[in-house]
T-cell receptor, first 115, second 110 residues
């Protein structure tokens, strides 16, 4: 596998629920990312963390709240989501986002369904 | 606005042939370009990187070209096999971000 794990793999939640997605990387990387992948659409970058500091937030609604307690773990806290938030949420890591060509290592994703 | 287009949503080819996938972009000056493979229910997996000052890169049966004048990258799989069936994503990189195309779903028919 890629060295990036995500839990849960599948999640069904109501619009009033609060849940969290977890990502862990075992590669010693310094940067971690959250992406959203909807059917037939490109991956959308949501958040970037570099050395535990958030460096990018691509206009993501506040109902998505990231947390990066250390460089190996990344969470995405979800609350009062909408049905259009249903998608595959992918976590990735790379050695250094500032490096010109850091390849990204992706986890298997969490398939989220909002009812 | 920046735009990345991958030639078609789906491409079917016969086993043994060369598959050619296209990635075109506009309003963008990437420093490098990456190609990823994604299988159903899995995250993308990195395949190849090519920088703006490179014309061509090869890795086993894979070849990537990068033409910054045409604003296009071509991704070739020679001697294709059914196991090559997957969705292939191009991603343009600059500064600290990768911007992905929507992918081309390749099916290699036995």
């Amino acid at each position: 596998e890629t060295g990036v794990t995500q839990t849960p793999r599948h999640l069904v939640m109501g619009m009033t629920n609060k849940k969290s997605l977890k990502c862990e990387q075992h590669l010693g990387h310094n940067a971690m990312y959250w992406y959203k992948q909807s059917a037939k659409k490109p991956l959308e970058l949501m958040f970037v963390y570099n050395f535990k500091e958030q460096t990018e937030n691509n206009s993501v609604p506040s109902r998505f709240s990231p947390e990066c307690p250390n460089s190996s773990h990344l969470f995405l806290h979800l609350h009062t989501l909408q049905p259009e938030d249903s998608a595959l949420y992918l976590c990735a890591s790379s050695q250094d986002p500032l490096a010109e060509s850091s390849e990204q290592f992706f986890g298997p994703g969490t398939r989220l369904t909002v009812l | 606005s920046q735009k990345i287009e991958q030639n078609s949503e789906a491409l079917n080819i016969q086993e043994g042939k060369t598959a050619t996938l296209t990635c075109n972009y506009t309003n963008y000056s990437p420093a490098y370009l990456q190609w990823y493979r994604q299988d159903p229910g899995r995250g993308p997996v990195f395949l190849l990187l090519i920088r703006e000052n490179e014309k061509e890169k090869r890795k086993e049966r894979l070849k990537v070209t990068f033409d910054t004048t045409l604003k296009q990258s071509l991704f070739h799989i020679t001697a294709s096999q059914p196991a090559d069936s997957a969705t292939y994503l191009c991603a343009l990189g600059s500064a600290r971000q990768l911007t992905f195309g929507s992918g081309t779903q390749l099916t290699v028919l036995p």
